[in-house]
């Protein structure tokens, strides 16, 4: 399962985001972005565009969903989307331990909701913002989801259409709850994108989300093949070096390339990725 948007834009309004990087008093890291730290290549005059910082957060995510899938949805494996998004955030500022202290402390559904408030952490200095954020967590892991796609067909708002590049499967929630395929070549109204996912509508199905690299604008037009050149070579779901890493290719591996190319980075399509993006520099 994967964080949702009123998850995300939770965690957004309460880190805030700062473009130049900082260091808090008695912290060895210097922070960046939406929260983002403990990582050694920040420093004193680092700089980030936006879209640096949309793509760490979407990138750091991976780690703090893992832990609630890892600690949470072990003892509670019924969690919705709505209540594992509310988790994320709770643990996105208060780390593996608190979260791990919230779930040991927690009976059933009802109580983690109301730990969520009870647990909101131990830095006094800061209580007062720390519980406004504990309550809003608590509010989103409180609101139900929508029961079905249908019901999420009034507000869908397209934005455009996608073309899918090979067969994939499609979800109800965000990676959770298979409910059909879409056939490569099958065009369908997209909304927005969600971490590795993007919202769409099915003719069928109804709204629901599908895998964002297996759709884009139009088909699929190889210009070349490309050899790694290095040992290890991250594929990246966009192009930048702080983008979420999906996987990696070896040396000798051999991918299509097409004609277009952003940061440093070619668009590629690779086995088992479908569109993904892969640093110039290490394609021969």
Not at 121 to 133: D, E, F, I, M, N
Not at 182 to 187: F, I, K, P, T, V
Not at 195 to 206: D, F, R
Not at 241 to 256: C, D, F, S
Request: net charge positive; proline share 2%; hydrophobic share 35%.
């Amino acid at each position: 399962m994967r964080t949702n948007t009123a998850g995300i834009n939770l965690i957004k309004s309460f880190e805030g985001c700062t473009l130049t990087a900082y260091k808090l008093a008695g912290e060895q890291y210097y922070t960046i972005g939406y929260g983002h730290s403990f990582d050694k290549s920040i420093t004193a005059g680092t700089r980030w565009t936006e879209k640096q910082a949309e793509n760490a957060l979407i990138a750091d995510l991976v780690k703090f969903e893992n832990y609630v899938t890892n600690i949470a949805l072990v003892k509670f494996p019924n969690l919705n989307s709505n209540q594992f998004s509310a988790l994320v955030s709770y643990c996105y500022n208060r780390g593996a331990g608190g979260l791990r202290q919230l779930i040991t402390n927690s009976y059933n559904i009802n109580s983690l909701s109301q730990n969520i408030v009870k647990f909101w952490g131990s830095a006094t200095r800061y209580r007062t913002g720390l519980v406004r954020r504990r309550t809003a967590e608590q509010k989103l892991f409180n609101t139900p989801c929508e029961s079905s796609s249908s019901a999420g067909a009034a507000g869908f708002k397209p934005k455009g259409t996608l073309i899918a590049i090979e067969k994939c499967d499609l979800y109800k929630d965000l990676g959770a709850h298979k409910v059909g395929e879409l056939g490569a070549g099958n065009r369908v109204e997209f909304e927005t994108y969600i971490n590795k996912y993007v919202k769409i509508k099915h003719p069928q199905i109804g709204v629901c989300y599908a895998p964002a690299t297996y759709l884009d604008k139009k088909n699929w037009k190889a210009a070349a093949t490309k050899t790694v050149n290095c040992q290890k070579l991250n594929i990246r779901l966009n192009p930048s070096n702080t983008a979420l890493i999906l996987g990696k290719l070896n040396k000798g591996n051999r991918v299509e390339i097409n004609k277009e190319t952003e940061n440093g980075f070619y668009k590629c399509k690779v086995k088992g990725y479908g569109i993904v993006w892969l640093s110039a520099s290490y394609l021969d």
